[in-house]
DNA sequence: CGGTACGGCTCGTCTAGACGACTAGGTGTC
DNA sequence: GACACCTAGTCGTCTAGACGAGCCGTACCG
């Protein structure tokens, strides 16, 4: 930090000090020159190298930080923002094989790298669909879903919430309505009860995330989510799941596998 | 605008007075009181509203601007940003009998929508591949590559940019290595050179973008995008191209089917 | 009638400062 | 030794202004 060369301002570019301030930050990241988790200049050091107002600084850092770059903590200073550990999600993580071990996806693949899954805030409830959740499941007016909400986390640090709609007239008074749906998790319990899965479908969006998603995950300024939406359907074409999935954009890789006819 | 109702600060709120202002800005947005491409109030009547400093009215803009909720123009005004068209990838869209039309992929797909498909900024180099793309072609030192880059718009507006990687001992002299690959698009070219296709996989990120990219899709501040990196295998088992694709994360959902075995 | 100039509105950049709150380390007291 | 306190350094919030630049309608002039 002590000996970050940062360049001088151009007084002949169009380009505002701001701008410059914050591209000079940018480069000597993306250059490792300053690394991950290593403190930036301070704001009174970058007014002093630069000679400009403090709010002409912030706003350099600003940037930074709405870019992912940077996260800044009170008291302390500016950091480089380190990345957490990626998680990988196959396209083949709901196979049935995975299942029939007796754990629930997320529990089974976060042991497999040796870090500590949990789930908390599991909240069931059973409610009228939304119109969205409905045409998903293809219900009618009339049909009542159970709601099965919950975040995961790995290693204490939260990198998921899911909520899961199921027909009230399948999942009432079963398992699935239970904080603790047993072994292989719902969709184990769905096959018991003669919704042999077939396929699902799963629609992504990226955005950034809404202000409760940024609490409830703990996210930085400046970094987007995934939003995954999966239904499941059984062997009779009938549409038995739908979980809607937002996740911290750098916490996970999603990999699928197509084919080519 | 002018009927637009916003409540008054809270001033026994430890809240800050500029989220508290973004916060009744955010709400007007969800709430519809406030539609896309409608404008928001000025800052001169926020500051007449509040009776703040026009900083911190700023401020609260530049939230949701970072939130991708706004769009400011200057000299006109700040506006709810309007959310273009979505375009929907299915995972067969590379589907041999979606090819055997003589379309590319995304010139078939666009027009089916009735929008006007278009392609610039092509470029093709031979040149030594970088580790990662080496490593998913499964390449050696020596190899080199034919890269092929280009940019898709619809009616105009760039929504995509994607640079492919083909092993030069496959694509030098061919019609891949031309600026117009052909009828179908490069996957018919690697098909008709005896390289049938099998299958693809896709790794699948979200992230803030780089500047360039920012500048190449013409993004509004705020708006993440997908980086979706393709690989073609062909019966063989051979890595044929690695295609790098960076989309507006606004203008896209991703759709994957996934088998349940 | 057509073009130009102007004024008023908008957002963009930048300054100079005040006060608050959090962190960490050192000092002093008990 | 344990604890409270102080202080310097850091970022967070907010004020009050200045000037610039883009947009647009209107009044004026040719």
Known sequence: ???????????????????QIAD???????????TPGEKLPSESQLIGHYEVARMTVRHALQILQSEGLTVAQHGKGVFVRPRPPVRRLASDRFARQHREQGKAA????????GAKPSVDSITIKEEKPSQ???LRLGLSDADRVVVRARRYLIDGHPVETATSYIPASIARNTRIAEP??????????????GHRLDH??????ARMPLRDEARALRLAPGVPVFHL???????AGRAVEVCDTVMSSDAYVLSYELPAQ
């Open 132 to 134: 969205d959740i409905a």
């Open 1 to 19: 930090m002590g000996d970050l060369k940062l360049p001088s301002l151009d007084p002949t570019s169009d380009r505002p000090v701001f701008k």
């Open 24 to 34: 000079h930050l940018r480069a000597a990241i993306e250059s490792k020159a300053l």
């Open 200 to 205: 699902f479908t799963e629609e992504i969006r």
């Open 229 to 235: 939406v999966r239904t499941a359907y059984d062997q």
């Open 106 to 113: 997320f529990i089974a693949e976060t042991e497999g790298v």
């Open 180 to 193: 603790n749906s047993g072994p292989g998790g719902i969709y184990a319990r769905l096959e018991e009860l």
